[in-house]
């Protein structure tokens, strides 16, 4: 739909580092044309603000921001009637490509399915994730994850497989329908502590309560970030965080989430 599309060519607009690449490129066209003057502020520009990221770590304090809204669990139910696991651990594209699976990140996701499906014998599982490309809708990631899954000791008759969502909100309306939880059930909402919030504004709103289990973290409880001087890094993280918070301001706009920035309930 346009608000799929849209979303991916908004982010290759308000990408940090296209930005500022964009901004390089203009500054250097102009240094060979009578507008030399704004060329050189355009590209000193890019340098003043290259250095701040590569010192200061500002995607690391806006991914410690996201990854505390929910907190960390100790002591999960003693009662849960199902596990869901929100994708985008592999890229199904790749796994098709090179014949095995290709595991792009947040594989604890997937570990922690496993353990939980020991851990309740009786739980429903639910693995959702279908493809969040523009060109290859046809590469599933569901079909891609079940070899791992299968590797990681994980009944494959146990999961019901949602694959035809291609983002968030999908990922919770879809499964919701696939799934018809009753009132009262208890359901574990396993994903990345960076994007619980957004998840669970998402599952809300779609009409579900579950219980966040957040995983995956890249930052301490506390932040301590000592300063460096890492460009790559510096703009890696802070592209990472803008991009989830620019998610949760478009979802709670287009009224996909039920706040702007959802946490825990009181």
Same mark, same amino acid.
């Given at each position: 739909?346009?608000?799929?599309?849209?979303?991916?060519?908004?982010?290759?607009?308000?990408? #940090?580092?296209?930005? @500022?690449?964009?901004? %390089?490129?203009?500054?250097?066209?102009?240094?060979?044309?009578?507008?030399?003057?704004?060329?050189?502020?355009?590209?000193? *520009?890019?340098?003043?603000?290259?250095?701040?990221?590569?010192?200061?770590?500002?995607?690391?304090?806006?991914?410690?921001? &996201?990854?505390?809204?929910?907190?960390?669990?100790?002591?999960? #139910? $003693?009662?849960?009637?199902?596990?869901?696991?929100?994708?985008?651990?592999?890229?199904?594209? %790749?796994?098709?490509?090179?014949?095995?699976?290709?595991?792009?990140? *947040? *594989?604890?996701?997937?570990?922690?399915?496993?353990? &939980? $499906?020991?851990?309740?014998?009786?739980?429903?599982?639910?693995?959702?994730?279908?493809?969040?490309? &523009?060109? /290859?809708?046809?590469?599933?990631? *569901?079909?891609?994850?079940?070899? @791992?899954?299968?590797?990681?000791?994980?009944?494959?008759?146990?999961?019901?497989?949602?694959?035809?969502?291609?983002?968030?909100?999908?990922?919770?309306?879809?499964?919701?329908?696939?799934?018809?939880?009753?009132?009262?059930?208890?359901? %574990? %909402?396993?994903?990345?502590?960076? +994007?619980? #919030?957004? $998840?669970?504004?998402?599952?809300?709103?779609?009409?579900?309560?579950?219980?966040? /289990?957040?995983?995956? /973290?890249?930052?301490?409880?506390?932040?301590?970030?000592? @300063?460096?001087?890492?460009?790559?890094?510096?703009?890696?993280?802070?592209?990472? $965080?803008? +991009?989830?918070?620019?998610?949760?301001?478009?979802?709670?706009?287009?009224?996909?989430?039920? +706040?702007?920035?959802?946490?825990?309930?009181?």
């Amino acid at each position: 739909n346009m608000f799929f599309v849209l979303s991916k060519v908004l982010w290759f607009v308000t990408n #940090p580092g296209n930005m @500022l690449l964009l901004f %390089l490129l203009l500054g250097m066209a102009l240094l060979w044309t009578r507008w030399r003057r704004a060329g050189r502020w355009l590209v000193s *520009a890019v340098a003043v603000i290259g250095v701040p990221l590569a010192v200061v770590p500002l995607g690391g304090w806006l991914f410690g921001a &996201l990854e505390n809204r929910f907190p960390t669990v100790s002591t999960p #139910p $003693a009662r849960v009637d199902g596990v869901i696991v929100a994708g985008g651990i592999v890229d199904p594209v %790749l796994s098709d490509d090179r014949d095995q699976v290709s595991v792009g990140g *947040a *594989a604890e996701r997937l570990f922690k399915m496993a353990a &939980l $499906a020991k851990k309740y014998p009786r739980a429903r599982l639910v693995f959702s994730g279908g493809s969040g490309s &523009l060109i /290859y809708q046809s590469k599933k990631e *569901a079909d891609a994850v079940k070899p @791992l899954l299968r590797l990681l000791g994980v009944d494959l008759k146990r999961v019901i497989f949602e694959d035809k969502s291609r983002n968030t909100a999908e990922n919770a309306a879809f499964s919701y329908r696939l799934v018809k939880p009753k009132k009262g059930e208890v359901w %574990l %909402l396993v994903t990345s502590a960076f +994007h619980m #919030p957004r $998840a669970v504004g998402s599952f809300r709103r779609a009409g579900w309560e579950v219980f966040p /289990y957040p995983v995956d /973290y890249m930052t301490k409880r506390e932040a301590d970030f000592p @300063l460096q001087f890492n460009f790559a890094y510096g703009l890696g993280s802070l592209g990472g $965080a803008l +991009h989830e918070f620019l998610g949760l301001l478009f979802y709670w706009l287009d009224g996909k989430t039920d +706040h702007l920035f959802p946490g825990p309930r009181r």
